[in-house]
Nanobody, 124 residues
Framework: QVQLVESGGGLVQAGGSLRLSCTAS????????VGWFRQAPGKEREFVAL????????YYVDSVKGRFTISRDNAKTTVYLQMNSLKPEDTAVYYC?????????????????WGQGTQVTVSS
């Protein structure tokens, strides 16, 4: 079992940066790939980025490639999402989630453990 807590959200102007953190409790953290998802008002939750257990595999949704960077520090049981060049369309609640082996990386069905979310608001 693993519990996840996100932090680092806030209000930023377009073009600005934020770094989100996802800190996990539980000794099994390093055995999970971890993904970031986001959900804007009235929209479905969408995949943003994923990092594998040992950071050798990274995936990003096309809309954030070149602007967002996912990383992890297993010693600190923390996954980060560095978000640069933010746009108003990045406004959403951001969630981190731990993924079970197998299944697609972009489907929420393959992530049984979720944090509570952190709000990111980008003003124009």
């Amino acid at each position: 079992q693993v519990q996840l807590v996100e932090s680092g959200g806030g209000l930023v102007q377009a073009g600005g940066s934020l770094r989100l953190s996802c800190t996990a409790s539980g000794r099994t953290f390093s055995s999970y790939a971890v993904g970031w998802f986001r959900q804007a008002p009235g929209k479905e939750r969408e995949f943003v980025a994923l990092i594998s257990r040992n950071s050798d595999i990274l995936y990003y949704v096309d809309s954030v490639k070149g602007r967002f960077t996912i990383s992890r520090d297993n010693a600190k049981t923390t996954v980060y999402l560095q978000m640069n060049s933010l746009k108003p369309e990045d406004t959403a609640v951001y969630y981190c989630a731990a993924k079970v082996p197998g299944g697609t990386f972009y489907s929420t069905w393959n992530y049984p453990h979720w944090g509570q979310g952190t709000q990111v608001t980008v003003s124009s």
